[in-house]
């Protein structure tokens, strides 16, 4: 069993549709959550970092911990084409720096007109 | 924002010469960097630990004299294919860790291609 789980995809959503993304581990040890979104051929750019349980909001995301299900998500309200992309979650157990993250497969959103 | 550049983004070498990949955060000190290898359509490979004056850590199965990690000062770490062949053909991204925060901030990744 891999320790960080992710549907791959791909999903398809018509524009302005709510995307429910989403990554379960093992590990319970893991504290700190992050979610990057990829392009095509291009490295990947952190969305949202959040630390323990809870939800943290920045404009259309919304990242949710539940460390208690060991479930984590990211919710992008009123999608739009350029949120096509590969979405990876990305988790780590300690903080203070130069930790290892483990990642999920990625997930592959098309969002369409 | 943290910015990480990664330099070239794109070359092509031919079999049996060697490659330099450089990575550089741009705004802020990085003692560590991450060097990873990811293939189409799949997830990153962490390829290596690279922290800043000391010796790098390789993930299990990745050549160390092969991939050639130098992390020479806390804004520059170096990815050196050497003797490159066809199968080192992918797509190599690094990434820094900003310290304070414990935030990892990803370069725009280098396509290597071994004619």
């Known amino acids: 069993q891999k320790e960080v789980e992710q549907d791959p995809g791909p999903l398809s959503v018509p524009e302005g549709a709510i995307v429910s993304l989403n990554c379960t581990y093992s590990?319970?040890?893991?504290?700190?959550f992050m979610w990057y979104r990829q392009y095509s051929r291009k490295g990947p750019e952190l969305l949202m970092y959040?630390?323990?349980?809870g939800n943290k909001e920045d404009g259309r995301f919304t990242a949710q911990v539940d460390k208690s299900s060991k479930y984590i998500s990211l919710f992008i309200r009123d999608s739009q084409p350029s949120d096509s992309a590969t979405y990876l979650c990305a988790m780590t157990s300690r903080g203070g720096g130069g930790n290892k993250l483990t990642f999920g497969t990625g997930t592959q959103l098309k969002v369409e007109l | 924002g943290a910015v990480v550049s990664q330099h070239p983004s794109r070359v092509i070498c031919k079999s049996g010469t060697s490659v330099k990949i450089e990575c550089r955060s741009l705004?802020?000190?990085?003692?560590?960097m991450f060097w990873y290898r990811q293939f189409p359509k799949q997830s990153l490979m962490l390829m290596a630990t690279s922290n800043e004056g000391s010796k790098a850590t390789y993930e299990q199965g990745v050549e160390k004299d092969k991939f050639l990690i130098n992390h020479a000062s806390l804004t520059l770490s170096t990815l050196t294919v050497t003797s490159a062949h066809p199968e080192d053909s992918s797509f190599y991204i690094c990434?820094?860790?900003?310290?304070?925060?414990?935030?990892?901030?990803f370069g725009e990744g280098s396509w290597l291609t071994v004619v």
């Open positions: 705004d802020f000190q990085a003692t560590t």
């Open positions: 990434s820094a860790d900003r310290y304070s925060g414990n935030t990892i901030y």
């Open positions: 959040t630390y323990s349980s």
């Open positions: 590990n319970s040890a893991f504290q700190y």
